[in-house]
């Protein structure tokens, strides 16, 4: 491929790369009537690619104070995947990349699904033939499969050999006439011209060297990518194409397609390419390239724009957390890389914990954090959660703040490390015995101490204070076994987080509540040893 690609000097000139596309971006900003598109085909769900094509779409129109458009390209029917446009448009909803035009919410320039407008297509298409542009193919599937394995053979690209170019109108005519299947294919021309891509610089790619002319209309009357998306960049008057880098090669050819109408074309952004951190390109196998993904574990959607970012540049530094607004105010085409943007799949988890931190720190965020997380809740352990007053608002804020920074989702906080923080251990004697035999009397001499602090002294420091003073009062027990102790006795497990900390974030009735039911365990065990002596 990159043979058929290159970058070349600007003739008579000195300037560099990167001052052409310094050039380049600023008159970009300077145009006014900024329109972008979003326009992606509904043939599955939305992946990290697509979602940072929008998110930088966005991101344009609105530092320009422009239109976001979404355009839904659903011309290859075979490849149509039923209830993929409501999901694309669902999950930029989530996103928070709502398009000003688009099919959902219309706008002065539809139908915006491109299989309405197929009427459009075929009258530009007419126009094309007309103009000597663009003429009917009516070599059969047979032929053209003999083309390929000929090329196969000779080890070839394989090309057509646009044989059909050459048809008189009589010929052409009668063939129409008698109702042979055909296509319609756009004449490329020799010697390709150079553009300016607003990423990638000034490139050419010569592609009536390499390809047979291509079809733009096939066959059941829909037209390709090549020409729709001509047609409705120039009807819906966008301005800049910014799309991702597997259609540099296409540029040339969408271009000489503008020549053939005679119309101006957009300036393009092409977008590198999304890569594993090793380098590697993202495949739908690894199961966690699509937005949904993320959006079904719990992450939040600005931890997840941070993230396609990050590592793509068109911001001045890298800090690490920016809300979309941030986002807006930031970003610039001239600081977008030209080389492969690699995922470092640790920072999402970096940035999920950064944004659950500032939404503690807003009334609204803060509301929806704390409804989620009772919601898990009530997945996991039942529906008696459901009532705030079971499970107060104030108790599941107290954990996430005591928590932060020691999780990443919400739904960590309901795994089997935290579901002491939601229901009572399960314990046995076996569990507390296991670990000192006096266990009885230290338990009592721990209640004791924490039932005679005032409820507004029950803090941490203060609660980890007569923790140690306990201690001191029972040396047959070393700290760290009054520990693990104690915290078998809130929790059911030998690890985890302080005993002062599960303590203040439990409350001062549920530690009671709970040190006394280990009490009562202890007590029917003696009883029952009694008993039987």
């Given at each position: 491929m990159m043979g058929l690609m290159s970058k070349i000097p600007p003739l008579c000139s000195t300037l560099g790369h990167h001052q052409v596309r310094q050039?380049?971006?600023?008159?970009?900003?300077?145009?006014?009537?900024?329109?972008?598109?979003?326009?992606?085909?509904?043939?599955?769900?939305?992946?990290?690619?697509?979602?940072?094509?929008?998110?930088?779409?966005?991101?344009?129109?609105?530092?320009?104070?422009?239109?976001?458009?979404?355009?839904?390209?659903?011309?290859?029917q075979t490849r149509f995947v039923p209830g993929a446009e409501d999901s694309l448009?669902?999950?930029?909803?989530?996103?928070?990349?709502?398009?000003?035009?688009?099919p959902s919410n219309g706008g002065h320039y539809g139908p915006y699904r491109q299989s309405e407008r197929?009427?459009?297509?075929?009258?530009?298409?007419?126009?094309?033939?007309?103009?000597?542009?663009?003429?009917?193919?009516?070599?059969t599937p047979h032929r053209l499969e003999l083309l390929r394995k000929e090329a196969a053979r000779r080890k070839e690209v394989p090309r057509y050999d646009n044989k059909c170019?050459?048809?008189?109108?009589?010929?052409?005519?009668?063939?129409?006439?008698?109702?042979?299947?055909?296509?319609?294919?756009?004449?490329?021309?020799?010697?390709?011209?150079?553009?300016?891509?607003?990423?990638?610089?000034?490139?050419?790619?010569?592609?009536?060297?390499?390809?047979?002319?291509?079809?733009?209309?096939?066959?059941?009357?829909?037209?390709?990518y090549h020409l729709a998306n001509v047609v409705d960049d120039h009807l819906m008057q966008i301005s800049h194409v910014l799309r991702g880098q597997e259609w540099l090669v296409s540029t040339t050819k969408h271009l000489m397609l503008y020549r053939a109408f005679g119309w101006t074309p957009p300036q393009f952004a092409h977008l590198p390419l999304l890569v594993n951190k090793d380098?590697?390109?993202?495949?739908?196998?690894?199961?966690?390239?699509?937005?949904?993904?993320?959006?079904?574990?719990?992450?939040?959607?600005?931890?997840?724009?941070?993230?396609?970012?990050?590592?793509?540049?068109?911001?001045?530094?890298?800090?690490?957390?920016?809300?979309?607004?941030?986002?807006?105010?930031?970003?610039?085409?001239?600081?977008?890389?030209?080389?492969?943007?690699?995922?470092?799949?640790?920072?999402?988890?970096?940035?999920?914990?950064?944004?659950?931190?500032?939404?503690?720190?807003?009334?609204?965020?803060?509301?929806?954090?704390?409804?989620?997380?009772?919601?898990?809740?009530?997945?996991?352990?039942?529906?008696?959660?459901?009532?705030?007053?079971?499970?107060?608002?104030?108790?599941?804020?107290?954990?996430?703040?005591?928590?932060?920074?020691?999780?990443?989702?919400?739904?960590?906080?309901?795994?089997?490390?935290?579901?002491?923080?939601?229901?009572?251990p399960d314990l046995t004697t076996q569990d507390l015995v296991v670990i000192t035999s006096h266990a009885g009397p230290v338990l009592r001499t721990v209640q004791s101490a924490l039932q005679d602090m005032p409820m507004d002294q029950f803090t941490l420091d203060l609660v980890g204070s007569k923790l140690r003073d306990v201690s001191k009062t029972h040396q047959v027990l070393k700290y760290s076994s009054l520990m693990k102790m104690l915290r078998v006795t809130l929790s059911g497990r030998q690890v985890g987080p302080s005993v002062a900390e599960m303590m203040t974030t439990l409350g001062q009735q549920e530690t009671l509540k709970r040190l006394n039911n280990a009490l009562n365990l202890l007590d029917s065990h003696n009883q029952t040893d009694t008993e039987k002596s």
């Open positions: 050039i380049c971006c600023s008159h970009a900003k300077l145009s006014s009537d900024v329109r972008v598109r979003f326009a992606p085909s509904p043939t599955g769900m939305l992946h990290l690619g697509g979602l940072r094509t929008a998110l930088y779409n966005f991101l344009f129109a609105k530092a320009h104070n422009g239109s976001f458009v979404l355009r839904i390209e659903d011309t290859d448009q669902e999950m930029l909803k989530w996103a928070g990349l709502d398009p000003d035009e688009g197929v009427d459009i297509y075929q009258d530009k298409i007419q126009e094309l033939i007309e103009r000597g542009a663009a003429y009917h193919c009516f070599c170019r050459g048809l008189s109108q009589q010929e052409c005519r009668r063939k129409l006439e008698d109702g042979i299947p055909h296509v319609v294919r756009f004449k490329l021309e020799d010697n390709a011209k150079p553009f300016t891509d607003l990423v990638f610089g000034i490139t050419r790619h010569d592609v009536a060297s390499v390809e047979g002319d291509p079809i733009v209309l096939k066959g059941d009357g829909f037209p390709t380098g590697t390109k993202l495949s739908k196998r690894q199961g966690d390239i699509f937005a949904d993904h993320f959006r079904e574990k719990g992450y939040l959607p600005q931890a997840v724009l941070n993230f396609i970012t990050f590592c793509g540049a068109g911001f001045h530094d890298n800090k690490l957390v920016r809300t979309l607004e941030d986002m807006v105010a930031e970003f610039s085409l001239d600081r977008v890389v030209d080389h492969p943007a690699r995922l470092d799949w640790e920072r999402l988890q970096e940035f999920q914990r950064e944004h659950l931190a500032r939404c503690l720190n807003t009334q609204e965020d803060q509301a929806q954090i704390v409804w989620n997380l009772r919601q898990l809740t009530v997945q996991q352990y039942g529906e008696r959660f459901a009532d705030s007053s079971v499970l107060p608002d104030e108790y599941i804020l107290k954990v996430l703040e005591t928590r932060m920074g020691h999780f990443t989702l919400l739904s960590d906080l309901v795994s089997a490390d935290f579901q002491y923080l939601w229901d009572q």
